[in-house]
């Protein structure tokens, strides 16, 4: 099962999830992505706003319940909300999924694969708790600093190696960036383990001409020229209503 999340309040850009990109609004094509995988069985919306639940019907999703507006706060973290999807399905329906698969709005281009890819991974190792997309950054963390109380530069990461921000970037270990285009998890781990990630995390790459993470005008823009230069194949959105 794939769960998207849409909640109605957004700061920066005003009604996010509603604002048409490219056509369509944001949050459908998450929706597109989800319903176009062969290894997702249902694909539910948790949000907090009547709207965004009748526009994401619209365009094929299930939206079975309105989230509690306590747990559509922009402090809200995710895992409360995923604890309440599924506690709503099981006590409502019976239901309850082996896996459960996030798929965040804000990231809304995604490999036309990568859904049915990433669960395939989840399932191929069951000691694993969760797949969780990622790609290699353009800066390394052992090249980043803080302040300290004395307004001195402070290294970020402590380090087996001498002086890593002087070190070149080809010698230092390679690390990851984790995107908002999936999560996999298994109904274990939030339910019991009440985490989202677990303890035994795979990664799976994602292109990083896909990384786009919308949070600013900018971020908006670019996506929305992604799309409509049609660079990237991707899921496009279909609603019954147009």
């Avoid at 009604?15 to 539910?44: C, D, F, M, Q, W």
């Avoid at 996030?102 to 669960?119: K, N």
């Avoid at 292109?207 to 786009?212: A, N, T």
Wanted: with cysteine.
């Amino acid at each position: 099962m794939a769960i998207v999340q849409a909640r109605g309040g957004s700061k920066t850009i005003p009604r996010k999830n509603l604002r048409l990109l490219a056509g369509h609004p944001l949050v459908a094509y998450s929706i597109a992505s989800g319903l176009a995988a062969e290894s997702v069985t249902r694909l539910i919306v948790s949000t907090d706003d009547a709207e965004i639940a009748s526009v994401c019907k619209s365009y094929g999703a299930e939206v079975p319940f309105l989230r509690p507006t306590e747990l559509a706060e922009d402090a809200t973290p995710d895992l409360p909300l995923f604890q309440h999807a599924l506690d709503w399905l099981e006590n409502q329906q019976g239901y309850y999924p082996h896996l459960v698969v996030q798929l965040r709005p804000t990231s809304p281009l995604r490999p036309l694969d990568l859904v049915d890819r990433a669960i395939a991974t989840l399932i191929a190792s069951p000691r694993s708790d969760c797949v969780r997309g990622v790609t290699i950054p353009n800066q390394n963390p052992y090249k980043m600093w803080r302040t300290g109380e004395d307004g001195f530069l402070k290294p970020l990461l402590s380090s087996e190696f001498e002086e890593p921000y002087n070190m070149p970037r080809q010698h230092l270990p390679t690390v990851y960036w984790q995107t908002g285009h999936i999560d996999v998890i298994r109904y274990e781990t939030i339910v019991k383990g009440r985490s989202l990630t677990g303890e035994r995390v795979l990664p799976i790459m994602i292109d990083p001409l896909y990384w786009v993470d919308i949070d600013t005008e900018a971020d908006w823009t670019y996506a929305e020229w992604l799309i409509n230069s049609n660079r990237l194949p991707i899921h496009q959105p279909y609603s019954s209503t147009v």
